[in-house]
């Protein structure tokens, strides 16, 4: 009964008024075209440029560490750690490209289309984490070539000792990835929770019936 | 050259498509919206989605379940990211007095229900079968008696694309 009421209000559910309505025939080319997702469940734009710096990195990463080979230098294991890291990184970003399939995203059930949704910000969220990385080693690089400028008696003291290297890596992508914690990751986390919740409201409410 | 020169005609047709079935995209903007702004963003999200579906299309996907999930998702994104905005006034503001009057009516009838239940209302509104919301959803039903084994498969590439891929 209550249904049937509902559906006669919505049979003559008025349309908008002319001036709140969409101009379809001219505005429907621009909305057609216009991209529905955006910010941070758009995320192909800033993987593409991830991937895009990450394999310039790794070519000149093969350059320094064929240098290494031939002089017996004392970054070799560094540059090849440094090579492992930067091609998982490749390889995670692209996988997730995939994975991803913006193209087909919107045509997916909503579940599927939630549970998508949540994997791709998870995995951006652990992408964070091979950065912070990636980070620690590029800035013990910019740190050594400063020393190197400053103070030529310092430098060598660090550049011949691998371990304090290993400990001055490990103690920047920690502190690396601290800041992320504290600065770009909460907005991600935020948004994961809320489709996260989202999606579990829904599997509750079909439960409960 | 944009898209729609690109495609040629293709482009066109869901143009036209869309034009003729703009009723439904507003209809469900009717449950999930209180202003005219947040139903133009909606109603534009939902016909670029539903264009980039149909666009992109497999065989065996129908356009009007396509435009139908393109309207489910996009609703379902729109809700995530109101709860992600500060709390505002959520009254109904439409300029036209008799939409305002329509919605408000409208809304008293329907009361405080949950998203997924305005979905299920919409669906029924728009004369949805049954046996195919689950294919819009994604939530399939154990009620009547079909066992899990039962459930149909996943044909074999995409489950394979799924586990390689990411699992």
Redesign the interface.
């Known amino acids: 009964m209550e249904l049937k009421k509902l559906q006669q209000n919505w049979n003559s559910f008025p349309e908008v008024s002319m001036e709140e309505r969409p101009v379809l025939s001219s505005d429907l080319e621009k909305i057609v075209v216009h991209n529905p997702l955006s910010g941070a469940f758009y995320l192909k734009p800033r993987i593409y440029r991830r991937i895009v710096a990450a394999v310039i990195l790794w070519l000149f990463n093969i350059y320094q560490w064929r240098i290494q080979l031939k002089t017996g230098g004392n970054d070799l294991y560094q540059q090849a750690m440094l090579f492992f890291v930067l091609t998982y990184f490749i390889y995670f970003h692209v996988r997730l490209l995939l994975f991803a399939d913006y193209q087909s995203l919107l045509s997916l059930k909503l579940i599927p289309f939630l549970g998508k949704l949540e994997t791709i910000l998870d995995k951006y969220i652990l992408s964070f984490g091979i950065i912070s990385i990636l980070a620690g080693f590029y800035l013990l690089a910019a740190f050594e070539k400063t020393l190197s400028l400053l103070n030529s008696a310092a430098y060598a003291g660090i550049s011949e000792n691998g371990f304090y290297k290993w400990l001055i890596i490990i103690f920047l992508s920690i502190s690396f990835y601290i800041l992320f914690l504290h600065s770009v990751i909460p907005k991600y986390k935020k948004l994961l929770v809320t489709v996260r919740t989202y999606r579990g409201e829904i599997g509750s409410k079909l439960q409960k019936k | 050259m ?3 020169q690109k495609k040629g005609g293709s ?1 066109e047709v ?2 036209t498509y ?2 003729h079935q ?2 439904k995209v ?2 469900i903007c ?1 449950f999930f919206t209180t202003t ?1 702004k947040e ?2 963003r909606l ?7 539903a ?3 149909i666009q ?3 065989a065996g ?1 129908e356009k009007n379940t ?1 435009l139908l ?2 309207c ?3 609703t ?2 729109h ?2 990211m109101l ?2 905005e500060p709390e505002e006034d959520r009254t109904i503001q ?3 007095p ?2 305002q009057r ?1 919605m408000l ?2 809304r008293e ?2 009361g405080e229900i ?4 305005k ?1 299920l ?1 919409f669906l ?2 728009e004369k949805v079968p049954q046996n195919e919301i ?6 399939t ?1 154990y009620k009547k008696g079909v066992s899990l084994k039962e459930q149909p498969k996943k044909s074999f590439i995409p489950y394979l694309k799924e586990k390689l ?2 699992s």
């Open positions: 944009n898209n729609s482009t869901v143009r869309l034009k703009h009723k507003y209809s009717r005219y139903h133009q109603f534009a999200d939902i016909v670029a989605a264009s980039q579906s992109h299309k497999k996907d396509l999930r393109a489910i998702n996009m379902a994104l809700s995530i709860r992600l439409f300029k036209s008799d939409y329509s009516k409208f009838s329907v949950t998203d997924y239940e979905i209302l029924e509104m689950s294919d819009l959803t994604g939530i039903s891929v990411w």
